[in-house]
Antibody, heavy 118, light 110 residues
Framework: QVQLVESGGGVVQPGRSLRLSCAVS????????MHWVRQAPGKGLEWVAV????????YYADSMKGRFTVSRDNSKSTLYLQMNSLSAEDTAVYYC???????????WGQGTLVTVSS | QSALTQPASVSGSPGQSISISCTGT?????????VSWYQQHPGKVPKLMIY???KRPSGVSNRFSGSKSGNTASLTISGLHVEDEADYYC??????????FGGGTKLTVL
């Protein structure tokens, strides 16, 4: 079955960087676009970024543009999110999700918690 | 990239029907039939309930339906069950090739 497993979350100091990973199984990773979505504690969902099947194209939410970079390694069936210049406002659970042919986010991982705190 | 507008909360009794609205702009909801809806129970992962405005993924009850008129989409749940109590989020593809979510609606089944 389709599985997405995020990792790399934890506590990080303001201004530092962190890289999240999302390892997938149960489907051909290279056939799907992939998203990152975050959810701050007690808040709603916030879309972060999407990357194309081959990794050549990516789009970002305005608030993350320039600080976050999404990438993928199709040989490892793994999605990444590089986050730089982190602030307390980036504290959230970060989910990866499989794109449904540009129409929806159809499968979600369990999420990984990122806490930005000194 | 302003969030789509949803009511903060709605409520209904078991067996009743409710609707949740999702208002965007001519650059997102009004521009594409790529509106989707997600259900999230407390502490759980979001689950896709509706995609392309009105289509249901396999396994989702036909009590859930979606529609759209202009810049506003709606999710309707008929024959409310207690287990439908959850947060619901709409989402839309945008003309900037990005995605945007609504602020979420808390459904209470009284």
């Amino acid at each position: 079955q389709v599985q997405l497993v995020e990792s790399g979350g934890g506590v990080v100091q303001p201004g530092r960087s962190l890289r999240l990973s999302c390892a997938v199984s149960g489907f051909t990773f290279s056939n799907y676009g992939m998203h990152w979505v975050r959810q701050a504690p007690g808040k709603g969902l916030e879309w972060v970024a999407v990357i194309s099947l081959d990794g050549t194209t990516a789009y970002y939410a305005d608030s993350m543009k320039g600080r976050f970079t999404v990438s993928r390694d199709n040989s490892k069936s793994t999605l990444y999110l590089q986050m730089n210049s982190l602030s307390a406002e980036d504290t959230a659970v970060y989910y990866c999700a499989r794109d449904r042919q540009d129409t929806a986010l159809e499968n979600w991982g369990q999420g990984t918690l990122v806490t930005v705190s000194s | 990239q302003s969030a789509l507008t949803q009511p903060a909360s709605v409520s209904g009794s078991p067996g009743q029907s409710i609707s949740i609205s999702c208002t965007g702009t001519s650059s997102d909801v009004g521009a594409y039939n790529y509106v989707s809806w997600y259900q999230q129970h407390p502490g759980k992962v979001p689950k896709l309930m509706i995609y392309e405005v009105s289509k249901r993924p396999s396994g989702v009850s036909n009590r859930f339906s979606g529609s759209k008129s202009g810049n506003t989409a709606s999710l309707t749940i008929s024959g409310l069950h207690v287990e439908d109590e959850a947060d619901y989020y709409c989402s839309s593809y945008t003309s900037s090739s990005t995605w945007v979510f609504g602020g979420g609606t808390k459904l209470t089944v009284l």
